[in-house]
């Protein structure tokens, strides 16, 4: 099986990129942008299959697993297999993907296998938002998102300037997010310092990277950053990172509108991704009406039978 495996780097999102958008997936990880950022706490490889498919391979808790092939709908079916193959008869393990999308596992029927156990991941469920009401904070269910932001717009008069940011913008960046850090403390999650090390080297590479990024300075100071990428085929924003000065009240608020407003002014989805099972983050994306969840999936082969 000819699958050659390698780290990827900054370098290789300009070979994956054509191979993404290519059938209905609406979870962060169709883009290509999500599997760079946390390539260090899933110690993530991938290999191109029949310069048709994108494989993974990723590594964490002592454990492999793979994710969905990167492909078009009608060939998911010979590629997820070959994933299959590939772990039982090259690595000598059982196959598993930690986080596969729900029309995949439609697509594939695994829910009706006999050969696999399908387990929904609850917590890791992508929030989805109507872009139009993102955009707007119209309505009674977003009344006190548009009454933060009209404090900040009054408080802050004259003292803010939202920006798209560059690479040239990266020591403001890292200075925010040093700051940032430190106002979590030592009592944080392990996956917080990988993220912020992720975007340490996207920052890096952005010259190079398929990316949109913003900010808003207060008084010439960095005080929120944000980070998206595109979905064609969903018509959908992927909000991957968004962080702000918690107690500018606001802040929040003003940063997802107006990220919206200049770089994804005609999606009609917005992806914000998970909450991590962290009910903070939960009450927070569940306060902003979605309009429902991309649900992710463990995907664990049964019976499975090392080879001698």
Known sequence: MNLKFKPIEAGDLAVLEPYYCKRPNKTCDSVPLDSFLWKDYYQVQFAVSDEKAVQWLMHEDGNWQ????????EDLPHY????????????????????????????????ESRDFDVIE????KDYLYDGNAMRSLSGKKL?????????FLKEYDGHY???????????????FLDQWREQKGEQVEKH???????????????GTIPVRMAGVFIDEKLEAFTM????????????HIEKANAEIRGLYQFINQQFLIHEFPDAALINREDDMGEEGLRRAKESYNPIRYARKYMIVQKNFQAQD
């Open 161 to 175: 300037e939202y920006r798209r940011l560059a690479c040239s913008d990266r020591d403001d960046v890292w200075t």
């Open 228 to 239: 998206g990428s595109y979905n064609p085929y969903e018509n959908m924003a992927v909000i």
């Open 80 to 111: 997820f297999y070959e994933m299959v193959d590939y772990f039982n008869k090259v690595m000598g393990v059982p196959f598993k993907i930690n986080l596969a999308d729900e029309e995949a596992v439609e697509y594939l029927h695994l829910k």
């Open 192 to 206: 917080l310092d990988y993220e912020v090390r992720g975007i340490h080297d996207i920052l890096k590479n952005c």
């Open 121 to 124: 991941m609850t917590d890791l």
């Open 66 to 73: 793979s994710a969905m092939p990167i492909c078009c709908e």
């Open 143 to 151: 009344h006190k998102k548009k009454n933060h932001l009209n404090s």
